[in-house]
Each structure stands twice: as C-alpha cells, then as structure tokens.
C-alpha cells in the first residue's frame, strides 16, 4: 500500500527555506576557503618562498609564512640529493634565487668548505652524512662559497625526515645561519681576554712577590694576626694568577697563536718526570702515588725491556697537560692512590691517569672539556678551580693530532685517557736529524 504525504503549502515554504540556508551556507563556506587559499598563495609570494609543488600542499601554506619569515637559511634536500625547498633568508645568504636553486644538487648550491677554505669532501658533507646515518649532524665551523665566489662562516644543522612506517630518510632539513657577527665578537672577546689577562698578569706577580717579602721572616717581621691576613691575601692572589694565566693560554690556543714548538720526544721520560714531581704533592694528602709502564716487549734472552714510546710534540705543552690531570687526580681525592700508566701499540701511545676519588657523573662528561665547566658538587666548590684546565688540556692535545676523553664512575674515581700517534724509532731519528741539520731555529708547528 502505497503511503502519501500531503504537505501544506506552509510546510513546503519551511522545507524550501531550510534548503536554501543549507546551500547559501554552504557556498560561503567554500567562498572563505577559496578566498583564504588564494590570500595565502599571495602571501607565501610575497614572503619569495617557492616551493616545489609535490613538498608543501596547500593547507600547509601556513607553515611556508614561517619559512618565509625565518632568518635561518632552510633548505629541504631530497634522497637524490636534489632540493626542493629553498627559503628566502637560504636565497639572501648563498646568493642563489629559490627558483634557480630548487631542483639542482644541493652540492652545487651550498658549496661547503671546512676551516681551511677546502671543499668538504662528499663523505664528509653533513647533508650526505644526514641522509646516510639518519642523525641530525650538526657544524657550526663551516664556510660557504656563495653564487658569487665570496666565503662566508656559517653554522649548519642538517635533520633527517623519517619516514613513520617504513623508518627510511625521505629527505633532510638543513637550517644554517651566517655567523660573521658571531665570529668577529667571538674575536674581539678573545683579543679582549687575551690583553687583559695579559696586563693584569705583570701587577698580579708584583703583588704576589710583595706578599712573599711580607711573609718571609728573614725580610720582614709581622705580628701573628697580621701574617694570617696577608697569608689568605696570598693565596687568592696565587689563584688569581693562575685563573690570568690560564685564560690567555685558552685564548692563544683558541685563535692558534699558542707557541707550539714540537720535537721527537720519548714519551716515557716525561711522563715520569711529572708523575715523580706530583709524588710530593699526593704525599702531602696522604694519597699514594704509582708511575707504571707496560712490559711489553722481550728481548730473545727473556729480559724485559721499557718499550720507547716516541711521539712528536712540545714537550713543556706534553708536561702543562700532564701536570693538570695529574693535579685533578690529586685535588679531587680524598683517598686511595693515584695511578699514572704509560702504554700503547705499534701506532698510538697512551697515557692514563687513574684516580680513586669522587668520579664525574655520565651528565657532566660530555661538557668536562668545555670552557669554565665545573661539576656543580660539594667537592668542586671546596676546591679552588678556574674550569679551563681541561679546555687547555683538550686543545693541547689537539693540536698535537692526539685525542684526549675520560672514562668515570660516581664515587669511583676516574680514567682520563691521552692517545697520540707514536713515531717507529726509525721516524723519530729521521725527524731528529733533520731538525738537528736545521741552523735556524725551529718554527712552531701545528702538524705531524
Ligand atoms: P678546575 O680548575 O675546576 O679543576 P678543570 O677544567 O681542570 O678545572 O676541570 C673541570 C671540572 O672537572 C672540575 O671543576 C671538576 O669538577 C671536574 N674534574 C676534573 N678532574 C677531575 C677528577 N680527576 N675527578 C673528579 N672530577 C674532576
């Protein structure tokens, strides 16, 4: 049985009315959509960001008004090495127009060369590097030739995108900065520290060789009172000294004036000359002292022999470092003995320093060697310290090719480690003679 519906002209009125809301209402709402995406078309060309087409869809534009406005050059390079993404400050610092840049190598486009105005190679490309280990590679040393030939610094950090599901790099993100202002303060904070530590140091000695008069019976008489004064006057003098000395030292080795002068040495020699020296000291806090070589090489009649570690280095730099990590092991112990090792094999020495003392937690290991870091502990704030000993240390052994890391437990003690690359004895003797044949002096050298 068929059912029918009778409607009132009223009603019919009613149904039309809805209808008609429902497609007014409608039509606008696709009207503001079309009005916004062409408002953000002409936004994002007005930022100059240009973006291939299949990167960024449309309700993505937003994003493109950030890229547009980001003072870091952002680039997205693809798994082909090409790029699609290009953002104007990236155009503003290589001199490469978006819609030249996008769709060429990214080698091509940002020409990266390393402090010495070389080419990265290809294996050493942070972009390469990204796509091939997918981790974020960071450099904030690098340089990069622009379209027009002219270097400049910059600071890079190159992030892979993973893909979710299948977790392969689809592409990276690289973000770079100009850092020329960073760099020229950075030298004119260093040439400020390095004279002021300088000038300083000439009234700082006289004070401390004033103070030694004072409290030096044979020269001067003081009554008890006066001489507790003028010893603590003394020893944040000394201190202050040190913290003098130890800054133009980090500031010479910073911008490479620090005098280098290397020369075959006999690792051996050295080591023990500091580890004896440090003896007295550890003695003074009841810490035992041990200096142990390793074994290593027979003779055919069975007598052992010290095995010669040669290496190529400024031996007073060599002694600097050891006494520094040799003073850490004394000052942050309270007990047990202090252990100085010398080992290696046919290509590396190693010098260990082993201490029985508070140890360093895995937090503060990785910023141990940064300038002016001091482990926040009880410890550190008893003991007197400038935080740039093992800066200095880092940069010394650097400069030598060598390698220096420590290896620590809480409330263990601690293992700091110096590798550096050992001369056969028939290289130490070569290099030896001809430095002898050489009339004048030598030169400071920053190579092997
Ligand atoms: P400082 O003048 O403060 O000793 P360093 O650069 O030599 O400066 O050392 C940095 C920090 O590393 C120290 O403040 C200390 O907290 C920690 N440290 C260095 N050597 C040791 C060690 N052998 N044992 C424990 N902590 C150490």
Redesign the pocket.
Known sequence: MQKSYDLTLAEISVVAAVLLAVIITFSAVLFWRYRKRRGLGRMAQFAGLAVSDNVIQDQKLSSSFVLGAIQNGVVMVGKDNVLHLFNPAASKITGWPADEAIGLNVANVLQLLNEGGQQLPTEANPFTKALQTKQSVRDSNLWLATRSGKRVPISLIVSPILDPSSQTVSSVVGVFADTIKEREDEAKRSEFISTASHEMRTPIAAIEGYLALALNEKVAKIDPNARKYLQKASDATKQLG?LFA?LLTSSKAEDGRLANYPVVVEAGEIVEQVADAGRLKAKEKELGMRYIVSHDQQRASGQVMRPLYYIYIDPNRLREVLQ??I???I???SEGTITVRLTGDSTVVQIQ?Q?T????SSE?IPH??QK??????S??RT???????????KQIIEMNNGRIW?E?QLGK??T?FINLPRLTAAKALEIQKRQASQISPLEPTHQL
Request: glycine letters at 16%; a negative charge; charged letters at 15%.
């Open positions: 040190i130890d520094n990590l003073d850490n092991a000052k942050y112990t320093i201490d003392g508070a140890g360093i503060d141990l060697f002016f870091y001091r482990v926040d502990s410890m550190t003991v007197g310290g400038t935080g740039l000993g093992l800066y200095i240390c420590v620590s003690g601690s700091f």
